[in-house]
C-alpha cells in the first residue's frame, strides 16, 4: 500500500506570519498505526527502520506508542506488536484478563499505559 502522505495547505497570503506546525508525536504515531494496519506483528529492527523512513524529517521513538504496541519475543526474536489500549475492554477485570492473556508478564512502565484508563486518578481498582 502507498504510504500515508501528510499533505498541509496554507492559503494565508504570502507576505502573511501564520504558520502551520504539524505534532511530530501524532504525524510519528498516525504512521505506526499506519504500518501495524499492513502488518501486526514486526521484528523489531524492521518496524523501526520503517517507520524511521515514513516518519521523515520527523524522529519516532519507543515512548510514542506506549498504549499503541508492545515488545514481544516470538521464537527467541524481538518483536513488536500491535495492542492498542483503545481495543480493550473497560472493566478492570476483562481488561487484566485481556492484558495477561496476552503477556505473563509486563514491565511497569508497559502496562501503566494500558491500566491507567481504569485507574485514572481518584478510582481505585475492586477485585
Given at each position: 500500500?502507498e504510504?500515508?502522505?501528510?499533505?498541509?495547505?496554507?492559503?494565508?497570503?504570502?507576505?502573511?506570519?501564520?504558520?502551520?506546525?504539524?505534532?511530530?508525536?501524532?504525524?510519528?504515531v498516525?504512521?505506526?498505526?499506519?504500518?501495524?494496519?499492513?502488518?501486526?506483528?514486526?521484528?523489531?529492527?524492521?518496524?523501526?527502520?520503517?517507520?524511521?523512513?515514513?516518519?521523515?524529517?520527523?524522529?519516532?521513538?519507543?515512548?510514542?506508542?506506549?498504549?499503541?504496541?508492545?515488545?514481544?519475543?516470538?521464537?527467541?526474536?524481538?518483536?513488536v506488536?500491535?495492542?492498542?489500549?483503545?481495543?480493550?475492554?473497560?472493566?478492570?477485570?476483562?481488561?487484566?484478563?485481556?492484558l495477561?492473556?496476552?503477556s505473563?508478564k509486563?514491565?511497569?512502565?508497559?502496562?501503566i499505559?494500558?491500566?491507567?484508563?481504569?485507574?485514572?486518578?481518584?478510582?481505585?481498582?475492586?477485585?
Amino acid at each position: 500500500a502507498e504510504p500515508m502522505r501528510c499533505i498541509v495547505t496554507n492559503k494565508s497570503p504570502p507576505n502573511s506570519t501564520n504558520k502551520i506546525k504539524l505534532d511530530p508525536k501524532k504525524v510519528c504515531v498516525t504512521k505506526a498505526i499506519t504500518l501495524f494496519h499492513a502488518t501486526e506483528s514486526w521484528p523489531l529492527d524492521t518496524f523501526f527502520q520503517a517507520w524511521r523512513d515514513n516518519c521523515d524529517p520527523f524522529t519516532p521513538n519507543w515512548d510514542m506508542l506506549k498504549g499503541i504496541a508492545i515488545k514481544e519475543v516470538i521464537q527467541g526474536q524481538d518483536y513488536v506488536s500491535y495492542f492498542p489500549v483503545s481495543d480493550l475492554p473497560d472493566t478492570p477485570a476483562l481488561l487484566f484478563a485481556a492484558l495477561f492473556t496476552r503477556s505473563e508478564k509486563w514491565v511497569h512502565n508497559e502496562i501503566i499505559p494500558y491500566v491507567s484508563k481504569v485507574a485514572g486518578p481518584g478510582n481505585i481498582l475492586n477485585p
